[in-house]
């Protein structure tokens, strides 16, 4: 009885107002509209799926390299009816988009809580831009809509049927996206607690979300049985393996901080999702609190997986729940009409304004790993790109995936997947070194890398694995006995029948990580670790160069016998472990002065006490360098 008051007492848009004010934000999405990389990846896995050979990338390999099941699934769909791709996504993302806008707006408190919507969702570069992209936004923007629209429903009359949507939409969330599930999850807790009030008994409501959970749950059983894993092969490839928790959070806070300076209007949506619930009194919007918790929830998580190497893209979900927050506030027509300008002024503040999108920069901005990827790609894979007689996406990449391998051969390595691989003939099996697709490499520890990028952890070929893959499949050709091991189990479940005697063992076996346990990670973490004998760097007197692994100095046994005096590049933060055999036995770290680009300068370390026979030099930082130097101490 008091939602419908409130109703009453806060009119909804008229339908005018609502299609009009939808029509305005989608022109500003369809202005900015393109597509991404990684887009044509899960188009690769559609485009197999309806030609008959599976949701696959690889061709007789089934792996899961996509993690938004319903987007991939839509993305079907769609190619299906027009067997094109580039349009075809782009329209695809525009037709969810309006959706969710007015889905939004018409959940507006009046028509000037729905002009302050349409408005700062459209000065969101973040939102705006990947409202299309080619990605599983678009998607989940409807979701958290959806989630929104039932916090601000009927009453205690419509319980059952509230709670049994919001299951559906949480399960909706994690086939877009799983951890979307963050999102909707609070919005769930809370339906539950408003049918417990109504009455509903714990069975009724068990009975409901059971019901809601059934999609996902049906997904997860078919992954299980096809795929034989529970999450995404992406999840494995790209979650942090080896980083240390506070480096990622460090990266996750500068993704968020990119956003104030680059997208200022997305960031003060996200921070409005959080403040404007529990704002006191009429001013605030309390029903929409279970959606601020969920926004909440969800940027602790962006923020401890280190963010993502595309600006923004994790940003949409809480931008939008702090745009709906924005409408349900009270605003006079006179506020409401200088938003407009307001968020017009401070959205130019950023690195480009969504109302007047580029046409892509020769060198767009990239920094600490997180890359303005509209701009790189907007060239070739833009709307505003396309040109009488020009088929999109045009980029060198599609035409070496036309072109197909060099040496003629069905096994490529290629380390970005999407354009090429949707253009290659899909018998051609692609290994990318960042896992994305391939079982095997997901599964083995990423090169160390010290400037990382989110997402693109690369991984070091095991010798004979390419010659496997171009051979015989069930013919082992990797050296190493550990990753032979493992590779058993991967072929086993990915790639042999279904329904194999032996493969339930080998998905137990891969998901609790005993196949993998014989693997030696630190051949794989430090494969570019540069070893040379302290004695023979003494003789040479020529400085060496080294990456991200380090050096590791043999030496005879010693120990406390004066400090380890060294020439290494300036500028830069070292770790200095020592070692006796195999196991470490001190740790000692220096800040060295200097410019980047002056010459070595001298180190002086004091050793332990104890004995050791080796040390190695592990660079902490490398401030864009691609390699150091190390150098012998001049007599």
Not at 5 to 24: I, M
């Amino acid at each position: 009885m008091l939602a419908q008051q409130k109703h009453t007492q806060d009119p909804r848009p008229r339908r005018a107002v609502v299609l009009g004010l939808s029509a305005l934000g989608l022109a500003v999405i369809a202005i900015n509209a393109w597509l991404c990389d990684d887009a044509f990846i899960t188009l690769r896995s559609a485009k197999n799926l309806v030609e008959g050979r599976g949701a696959v990338f690889n061709v007789g390999w089934r792996v899961q390299s996509y993690t938004h099941p319903a987007w991939m699934l839509a993305l079907a769909l769609a190619w299906a009816l027009t067997r094109e791709a580039f349009w075809t996504t782009i329209a695809l993302g525009l037709a969810l988009s309006g959706a969710a806008l007015g889905l939004g707006i018409g959940r507006c408190r009046g028509s000037t809580g729905a002009l302050a919507f349409v408005v700062a969702l459209s000065c969101s570069r973040a939102f705006v831009e990947y409202s299309t992209a080619g990605l599983e936004n678009p998607l989940t923007h409807l979701v958290v809509v959806g989630g929104a629209a039932l916090l601000l429903g009927s009453g205690p009359d419509q319980a059952r049927r509230q709670l049994l949507v919001a299951g559906l939409l949480v399960s909706a969330a994690f086939l877009s996206r799983p951890d979307a599930v963050l999102l909707l999850a609070p919005v769930g807790v809370e339906l539950d607690r408003r049918a417990r009030e109504a009455g509903l008994t714990r069975r009724q409501r068990a009975r409901a979300w059971l019901l809601g959970a059934a999609p996902a749950l049906a997904w997860e059983l078919c992954s299980l049985i096809y795929y034989g894993a529970l999450v995404p092969n992406t999840a494995l490839a790209k979650l942090g393996l080896g980083i240390d928790r506070g480096e990622l959070v460090v990266r996750g806070l500068a993704y968020l901080g990119r956003a104030a300076t680059s997208d200022p209007i997305t960031f003060l949506l996200m921070l409005g999702a959080i403040v404007i619930p529990w704002l006191p009194g009429r001013a605030g919007a309390p029903s929409l609190r279970p959606l601020g918790r969920g926004a909440a929830a969800y940027l602790v998580y962006v923020v401890a997986i280190g963010g993502d190497f595309m600006e923004g893209r994790f940003l949409t979900a809480p931008a939008l729940c702090g745009a709906l927050a924005l409408g349900q506030l009270r605003w006079s027509g006179r506020a409401a009409l200088a938003l407009v300008p307001a968020c017009a002024l401070v959205a130019g503040l950023g690195a480009r304004h969504p109302w007047s999108p580029d046409a892509g920069e020769a060198e767009p901005r990239s920094e600490a790993g997180i890359a303005d990827e509209r701009s790189h790609y907007a060239a070739a894979s833009s709307a505003l790109a396309w040109r009488p007689g020009r088929s999109l996406p045009e980029h060198r990449w599609r035409e070496l995936g036309e072109r197909g391998p060099e040496d003629g051969g069905r096994v490529v390595k290629f380390s970005t997947l999407g354009f090429y691989g949707f253009f290659a003939d899909p018998d051609v099996h692609v290994v990318d070194p960042f896992a994305l697709a391939d079982p095997l490499l997901a599964r083995l520890p990423p090169v160390r890398r010290v400037d990382w990028k989110a997402g693109h952890l690369p991984r070091v070929m095991p010798d004979g694995y390419l010659d496997t893959l171009a051979g015989d499949p069930l013919r082992v050709e990797i050296r190493d006995p550990g990753v032979a091991r493992l590779y058993e189990a991967v072929v086993r479940v990915h790639h042999g029948p279904i329904f194999s005697r032996g493969r339930g063992v080998a998905i137990f076996e891969l998901m609790t990580g005993r196949s993998s346990a014989s693997v030696d990670s630190r051949r794989y973490e430090l494969a570019e670790l540069v070893r040379v004998d302290a004695r023979a760097l003494a003789r040479s007197r020529k400085a060496l160069r080294f990456r991200d692994a380090g050096v590791e100095l043999e030496l005879d046994e010693r120990g406390g016998a004066g400090p380890l005096r060294l020439m290494l590049s300036p500028g830069q933060r070292y770790a200095f472990i020592f070692l006796t055999g195999d196991s470490p036995i001190a740790r000692r770290e220096l800040q060295l002065a200097g410019e980047l680009d002056e010459a070595p300068r001298l180190v002086e370390i004091d050793p332990p006490r104890e004995r050791f026979d080796r040390v190695h030099v592990l660079p902490l930082t490398m401030h864009g360098k691609r390699s150091l130097q190390l150098g012998p101490a001049p007599d």
